[in-house]
């Protein structure tokens, strides 16, 4: 199950750029969502990059410009760390966001890292299914995701068991040691979104952006298999991000 569209790509001159740009996205979606269905339901990543998008969100004018209380917040992925780990992603975005807006406790669908990645996963899933009810694949208005320099998004590493998964919603990720264990989304869910953000920045990321979206070779990159059934992928990246691609179909 592929999506038939290309990604659409937008590139900025800078990351604050592409942050700024990324929040007026961010408000702009959640507003359509939550005046067509009356909720905004958004999965986030943890990473660097994402870093300044949340912390825009989180301050004037965006954190008065989303309908926060209609907003339910869950993760892409998670380090299976405790939850206020400085590797939490849950951390990231309460130090950076969550802290700073009105949104009701309930709507924090946190990945329960500490419990490590099997449990937690199960514990991930149970949560999503009971939130979104009895279809078979969630359908989250925005996923927010990053890629790695290895072309891995969410915690879908090259090579990963978790990439084969066609049923569970959330799967267990298991690194070389002494790296914590991960909870990630997984592609069916990823795909079933309505529309997944990328973000990416600076020079390191240059080669990963052009395989992925000039070189598509899936299989080595698991970020070029996001490619959801209904066509909504957008790339931001910054300038040198974008250093390998050319500047025809890119805006
Ligand atoms: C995480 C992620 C991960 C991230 C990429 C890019 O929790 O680390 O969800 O997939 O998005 O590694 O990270 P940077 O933004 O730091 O480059």
Redesign the pocket.
Known sequence: MTGGTRPQVRVFPDPEALSRAAAEFFTAISNKSIASRGRFVVAL??????RRLYALLGSPPYQNDVDWKQVHIFW??E?CVPQYHAES?FKLAVDTLLSRVAIPQENIHRIKGEDGPERAAEEYERDIRSFFGPASLPVFDLII????EDG????LFPGSPALRETTRLAAPVHLELPKPGRVTLTLPVLNHAVRTLF?AAGHAKAGVVHAILVNGNPLHYPAGLVQPVRGGVIWFVDKQAAGLLTTQGHT
């Open positions: 990543s943890g990473g660097s990059t994402p892409a992925d380090r992603n995701l990053g890629a790695g891995h998004t969410a915690s973000l």
